[in-house]
């Protein structure tokens, strides 16, 4: 049973944009406060951003000021808005519950960031 859907992902060039999106089952989303991660190739996943359960928002210092996370309970999504992304932002973002996170994870959504 698939309790975690990433998608939005794809290849942009850097400077540019895209908004990735995370639907999850009822369950967790009534559960758990939600956040995104993500792991670049060779490397071990890392936290990105994160919402509380009282709607705060908080990031990891390397996206502050480009990612923006968000939600939208009515359907049990949440959204990551990616600005002025650059190589080093290429990875597979998964969403997951935040700050800890359970398995199994989703299949993530790959963005790759390159000219």
């Known amino acids: 049973q698939v309790h975690i859907v990433e998608s939005g992902g794809g290849l942009v060039q850097p400077g540019g944009s895209l908004r990735l999106s995370c639907t999850v089952s009822t369950s967790i989303a009534k559960t758990y406060a939600m956040g995104w991660y993500r792991q670049a190739p060779g490397k071990q996943r890392e936290w990105v951003a994160r919402?509380?359960?009282?709607?705060?928002?908080f990031y990891a210092d390397f996206v502050k000021g480009r990612f923006t996370i968000s939600s939208d309970n009515a359907k049990n999504s949440v959204a990551l808005q990616m600005n002025s992304l650059n190589a080093d932002d290429t990875a597979v973002y998964y969403c997951?519950?935040?700050?800890?996170?359970?398995?199994?994870w989703g299949q993530g959504t790959q963005v790759t960031v390159s000219s």
């Open positions: 997951n519950a935040a700050p800890n996170p359970f398995g199994p």
């Open positions: 919402l509380t359960s009282a709607g705060s928002a």
